[in-house]
């Protein structure tokens, strides 16, 4: 054992934070390929992966009636390529030279998605371009695809989760309202789906109603060059598709159980219809909806999880749409505590009304919101599918700048006057997907609204 030498022991100085560098998000050069899509150039210096965005006006919210669906098995008979069951062939050209292809609908757009080293985009977009122009669509793949997609059904009916975001929106919506049936199609709709569907509907697409977004570290890279190449001459030469609905959602209150006999949790799904993006309250309202379930400090957490123990956790906040937008709280609770949690989450709700949002509710809210968009957009992946879908949507590549300053500006009044005006606490679209002979009669109790049970399928 050595004896100590009686030296000091020399600390280097603790690190100082530097000041937060500035930030703003990418807005991009815009652009239109002629006779084609607009496009969208937004130079990332540094992030060496090319994500290439191509946004189609034909979303579920185009389809035809009776073949709804058909939207999502367009978008992956594409990924099959331009030979019957070539799928497999289409994803190893295109990992062949790093590339990644993707495609999904929603109910606003059919989005094409492809990301690659920046040193391959040429060749990459080539590759996409002949899928784009030649695609297959061919009978066999798409009989394929629905059977794959019936099967995915049948996976959803068992998933309390969406199977409570699908009862929201089929009771939140009238029947004539395209959101009122799943974006993916029903069983009947995906059946009655044909080979001679899919192709009517990707060729009635109209290439100068799409946007392609392409974001990357492009110095050095004709990015316009390689779109035009890409996309010019491309055409589509089906009927015209029919115009997207704006048929707006009903307010309650409701409650509905999805009978789920034996279930020892319930999943809860309140909603309330909301304006779209381009209300400007809508930045306020994603606010208001982190103060009251946008984390374990949240309000609804406070009680619901902390103090009286019936979840893990409940969120809050706004379901993006092209006409409209949905405020929804979610969640599961214990079977036994249903009626309870249900009371406990609408006395929070209310809260706002009665009780003031403080300064540090709003301001914490604040911080968690915009001070995390650095991270969130770090990617070019994150940033092209974020201009895709601002374009998709018609609100401009400068939305999201727009939105977090709007966010940043956001006080206590603002987000109150925001949610009193949008939200009605006493108007709520309650599901609830649990046992219904343990949970009816509590949430009968409430007094809140009639209960109406329906079965799971």
Request: aromatic fraction near 4%; glycine fraction near 10%; charge should be negative.
């Amino acid at each position: 054992m050595t004896e100590p030498t009686g030296q000091a022991l020399t600390l280097q100085p603790r690190p100082v934070p530097g000041p937060v560098p500035a930030w703003a998000f990418p807005t991009g050069e815009p652009g239109r390929v002629p006779g084609g899509p607009a496009t969208l150039r937004c130079d990332l210096p540094g992030r060496r992966l090319a994500s290439v965005r191509l946004v189609l006006n034909a979303g579920a919210g185009r389809e035809p009636v009776g073949r709804e669906g058909v939207a999502t098995l367009a978008a992956r008979a594409l990924l099959e390529g331009t030979e019957p069951g070539g799928g497999t062939a289409l994803t190893a050209a295109f990992e062949r030279i790093g590339a990644s292809l993707y495609a999904s609908a929603d109910l606003t757009a059919l989005r094409i998605a492809l990301d690659v080293p920046v040193t391959r985009l040429g060749p990459a977009l080539e590759l996409f371009a002949t899928v784009l122009r030649d695609a297959a669509l061919a009978d066999s793949d798409v009989t394929r695809l629905v059977r794959e997609r019936l099967e995915e059904i049948a996976q959803e009916d068992a998933d309390p989760g969406t199977r409570a975001m699908r009862e929201l929106r089929a009771t939140m919506f009238p029947e004539q309202a395209r959101a009122h049936r799943p974006t993916g199609g029903t069983r009947e709709s995906i059946e009655a789906i044909s080979g001679a569907d899919v192709r009517a509907f990707f060729r009635s697409a109209v290439p100068a109603e799409a946007t392609a977004v392409v974001a990357g570290d492009l110095t050095g890279t004709d990015a316009d060059a390689a779109l035009t190449a890409a996309l010019a001459g491309w055409t589509g030469d089906g009927e015209a598709l029919r115009a997207p609905d704006t048929v707006p959602p009903t307010a309650g209150p409701r409650i509905v159980v999805v009978d789920r006999p034996g279930s020892v949790q319930t999943y809860l799904s309140l909603g309330h219809g909301v304006p779209d993006r381009s209300h400007p309250d809508w930045p306020l309202l994603t606010v208001v909806s982190h103060v009251l379930g946008g984390g374990l400090t949240s309000r609804l957490n406070a009680v619901l999880r902390e103090e009286k123990g019936y979840t893990y956790g409940v969120r809050a906040g706004l379901l993006r749409m092209r006409h409209c937008g949905l405020f929804i709280t979610q969640g599961s609770v214990h079977t036994e505590v249903t009626g309870d949690a249900v009371a406990d989450a609408l006395t929070e709700l209310r809260s706002v009304l009665v009780r003031p949002i403080s300064d540090d509710e709003c301001g914490s809210s604040v911080r968690a919101l915009a001070d995390r968009a650095p991270a969130e957009y770090e990617t070019a992946r994150s940033v092209a599918a974020e201009l895709a879908d601002t374009a998709a949507t018609g609100l401009g590549a400068d939305y999201t700048r727009r939105y977090l300053a709007a966010v940043r500006a956001a006080t206590p009044e603002s987000v109150t006057r925001a949610y009193r005006e949008h939200v009605d606490p006493e108007a709520l679209t309650v599901i609830a997907v649990g046992d219904a002979a343990q949970i009816r009669e509590p949430l009968e109790k409430l007094g809140y609204a009639p209960v109406v049970v329906v079965p799971a399928e």
